[in-house]
């Protein structure tokens, strides 16, 4: 079964910083990557998505991530943060063979401090 | 375009109770799916329906229960309650399903169970 491990709980960064939060899942022939966000009493919100070509993949509000295969790695990154990014996120992965459900992460809090 | 909705917003019920908790895609959408969120275990898949049928499960008891209408409205069901069933309960529709498609969050059901 496919698994996600966000390596960090909480992630505390400085206003206008860069930030990148982890993400790694277990290998799989072929998968689907996504990171969602969710922010305080509310649903989560896709950021971004990787199906398949390019392995660099630009989301909303100025995120991207990047897909490598040999380190089964999908971190998320923004050069910059704004107090409005502070937010739990979420990494999940699906098996894009099998079309399984996705398989969260237990997420990373973002905290943007002015 | 709605959103997806779920009703109610709030529930406080108490052990060996019942629970029944609503959720309206977005129009169109066929497939709706049912994660489970707590702070310990994260998100949690519990099950998704695609036209009226059960398509896949998580590793839940027979405790949790769902059905979906042909309108695609969808409703899970909690019999004989535990503590431990207190969370947040997220519904998600998609147009085909949750494998590769952006899923569409709603607020969530938060169930306290005393």
């Known amino acids: 079964a496919q698994s996600v491990t966000q390596l960090d709980s909480q992630v505390p960064v400085f206003e206008e910083a860069p930030v990148e939060l982890r993400c790694n899942y277990s290998s799989s022939v072929s998968v689907y990557l996504f990171w969602y966000v969710q922010y305080p009493n509310q649903g989560l919100q896709l950021l971004l998505k990787?199906?398949?070509?390019?392995?660099l993949v630009k989301g909303i509000n100025g995120f991207e991530a990047e897909f490598n295969k040999s380190q089964t790695s999908f971190h998320l990154r923004k050069p910059s943060v704004h107090i409005s990014d502070t937010a739990e996120y979420f990494c999940?992965?699906?098996?894009?063979?099998?079309?399984?459900?996705?398989?969260f992460g237990k997420g990373t809090r973002l905290s943007v401090i002015a | 375009k709605a959103g997806v909705t779920q009703t109610p917003r709030y529930l406080i019920k108490t052990r060996g109770q019942q629970v029944t908790l609503s959720c309206s895609p977005i129009s169109g959408h066929r497939s709706v799916s049912w994660y489970q969120q707590t702070p310990g275990q994260g998100l949690q898949f519990l099950f998704e329906y695609f036209s009226e049928t059960q398509r896949n499960k998580g590793n839940f008891p027979g405790r949790f229960s769902g059905r979906q209408f042909s309108n695609s409205r969808s409703e899970m069901n909690v019999s004989t309650l535990e503590l431990g069933d207190s969370a947040l309960y997220l519904c998600?529709?998609?147009?085909?399903?949750?494998?590769?498609?952006?899923?569409?969050f709603g607020p969530g059901t938060r169930l306290t169970v005393l």
């Open positions: 990787y199906l398949s070509g390019s392995t």
């Open positions: 999940a992965v699906s098996d894009a063979i099998r079309n399984t459900p996705l398989v």
């Open positions: 998600a529709s998609s147009l085909t399903g949750p494998s590769y498609n952006e899923q569409f």
